[in-house]
């Protein structure tokens, strides 16, 4: 059993940094492919960055040069670094876990957390 715990949201104006950690415990993160996926109130869950454990890695169009996902190993923690944050990033951020390579929908994923509220003020 994999279980995963975010952290780091919280309200941030327009144009803002945060960076949201997702602690994986049960299994190595190494082993693992992780993703971060985000839902807006009434919007179906989006996929927003992934990576697995060769650390090849993927961004949606609408994050990229902005978000930055990255992997400590010794930590088992797998971070989003979110630059030039906009309104409409505002979104209920998730992290999830497959095994061995990362996946763009949601719905391969088999671990999830709880998500972290991340709300970007104009």
């Known amino acids: 059993q994999v279980q995963l715990v975010e952290s780091g949201g919280g309200l941030v104006q327009a144009g803002g940094s945060l960076r949201l950690s997702c602690a994986v415990s049960?299994?190595?993160?190494?082993?693992?492919?992780i993703g971060w996926f985000r839902q807006a109130p009434g919007k179906e869950r989006e996929f927003v960055a992934a990576?697995?454990?060769?650390?090849?890695?993927r961004s949606a169009d609408s994050v990229k040069g902005r978000f930055t996902i990255s992997r400590d190993n010794a930590k088992n923690t797998v971070y989003l670094q979110m630059n030039g944050l906009k309104p409409e990033d505002t979104a209920v951020y998730y992290c999830?876990?497959?095994?061995?390579?990362?996946?763009?929908?949601?719905?391969?994923?088999?671990?999830w957390g709880q998500g972290t509220q991340v709300t970007v003020s104009s």
């Open positions: 999830a876990a497959r095994r061995t390579f990362y996946a763009i929908s949601a719905r391969d994923y088999d671990y």
């Open positions: 049960g299994r190595t993160v190494g082993s693992y492919g």
């Open positions: 990576l697995n454990w060769s650390g090849s890695r």
